[in-house]
């Protein structure tokens, strides 16, 4: 697939859709992004259409608008947000819109750990992102998901593992267990050639860094120059324990990212089970990954 191919994208008014578009606006492709029409006026749409980038207000009720959206394209890539009727949902009548407008390649809105090793119910959002899975590998279209783990970027403040104030790395279970951090920047950059390669497997994993926790102390302490010190809040088990009392206290149930659900990510990636293996990192060689540390030692805006 040559770097004038046609790409549509979903979700591309979002933080990592946005830095798709820019990739692959970088590297010479044609950029249709499917925006609903609230969304046509803000200014992440302005940022798309400054790069080149066609804006194309869609309803996703309306297959043939899909469709439409769809025809000439080589690949569709969905970089969208949300619960079931996103992720399931819309992310199918896109599926399907895909399909009958022939397009040949199809990358879904995962980017994630391992989600395919995980047991059912152990994480919400990454349930939906498996149900999705089965449509999508039922459907007459070649499949690509990205799996990058954590965004290292949640680091710097969402995900509550290192702490700057207190100068303190906190974690569940074993300190030594590997963990695959992937900036977004990094990982959108990998979504892009991977949108233009046509022989793309089923499932590609990357880690701009696999650290263990220990590895982020050091890697903090290298940013900073200041001593940071683990604090071990408990076993897994409890951690389990304490995610569901959370999730009693404050289900939030409409929120796509409560607390409970930050924490059920934390909790599966401290187990291992979705560890990322074998890693694809080498499978663009123009692309250069961005170590923990440098993220941690970047000022926070």
């Known amino acids: 697939m040559s770097p004038s191919s046609v790409v549509v994208l ?49 309803d996703y009720s309306q297959p043939e608008q899909l469709r439409q959206a769809c025809l000439g394209a080589d690949c569709v890539v969905s970089a969208v947000s949300g619960l079931r009727e996103v992720i399931v ?60 783990g954590m965004f290292t970027d949640l680091l710097t403040g ?40 046509a022989t793309t497997p089923r499932y590609l994993r990357v880690a701009g860094e696999v650290a263990s926790i220990r590895g982020l102390q050091a890697a903090a302490q290298a940013a900073t120059g200041q001593e940071f010190k683990l604090f071990r809040v408990g076993s897994l088990p409890a951690f389990g324990k304490v995610i569901k009392l959370t999730k009693i206290l404050m289900p939030a149930p409409n929120e796509v ?6 924490m059920q990510y934390l909790h599966n990636m401290f187990s291992g089970l979705p560890k990322l293996t074998p890693l694809d990192n080498a499978r663009y060689p123009h692309l250069r990954w961005t170590p923990v540390r440098e993220v941690l030692a970047t000022p926070q805006v």
């Open 257 to 262: 990212f409560p607390p409970w659900q930050g």
């Open 158 to 197: 969402q995900a509550p593992v290192i702490l700057m104030g207190p100068r303190r790395v906190v974690y569940w279970g074993d300190a030594d267990q590997p963990l695959d951090f992937t900036t977004m920047r990094d990982t959108a950059a990998f979504t892009a050639a991977a949108a233009l390669d």
């Open 89 to 148: 949902e819309a992310q199918t009548r896109l599926l399907e819109a895909a399909v009958a407008a022939g397009v040949p390649r199809f990358i879904p809105s995962d980017f994630s750990i391992d989600y395919t090793k995980l047991p059912e119910g152990s994480n919400r959002n990454l349930d939906l992102r498996r149900e999705f899975q089965q449509r999508l590998d039922a459907a007459p279209i070649q499949a690509t998901s990205v799996l990058n």
């Open 10 to 58: 979903a979700g591309a008014t979002g933080q990592l859709g946005l830095l798709i578009a820019h990739h692959l606006r970088q590297q010479g492709a044609t950029v249709r992004a499917l925006v609903r029409p609230k969304a046509n006026a803000s200014a992440e749409a302005a940022s798309l259409r400054l790069q080149g980038v066609e804006l194309i207000e869609v």
